[in-house]
């Protein structure tokens, strides 16, 4: 079993930024890919980022690319999601998710998943 935590929401001007973090415990960290998806209300829940596990590769949905980042450190069981240039339209809850692939964007692949943090852009 792996517990993840994610903190960091809250609400911002459109063009802020905001970092979201996400502690896992449980079992091994670094055996796991890392996901970050969102879930506006009325929408089904979308893909984000990736990061992979062993080399800490990124993967990113086409809207967030250049504003995103998503990072992780091993040493602090811990995934980050740093957003910048904010718009009204990254208004969700974001979730942050656990698999053992090596990445995924199918939220269906994913085993574990926070309980999520709500994140509002205004303009």
């Known amino acids: 079993q792996v517990q993840l935590v994610e903190s960091g929401g809250g609400w911002v001007q459109a063009g802020g930024s905001l970092r979201l973090s996400c502690a896992a415990s449980?079992?091994?960290?670094?055996?796991?890919?890392m996901g970050w998806f969102r879930q506006a209300p009325g929408k089904e829940r979308e893909f984000v980022a990736a990061?992979?596990?062993?080399?800490?590769?990124?993967y990113y949905e086409d809207s967030v690319k250049g504003r995103f980042t998503i990072s992780r450190d091993d040493a602090k069981n811990t995934v980050y999601l740093q957003m910048n240039i904010l718009k009204p339209e990254d208004t969700a809850v974001y979730y942050c998710a656990a698999t053992t692939s090596y990445y995924d964007y199918l939220k269906s692949r994913y085993d574990y998943w926070g309980q999520g943090t709500q994140v509002t852009v205004s303009l």
């Open positions: 990061i992979s596990w062993r080399d800490g590769k990124t």
């Open positions: 449980g079992r091994t960290f670094s055996n796991y890919g």
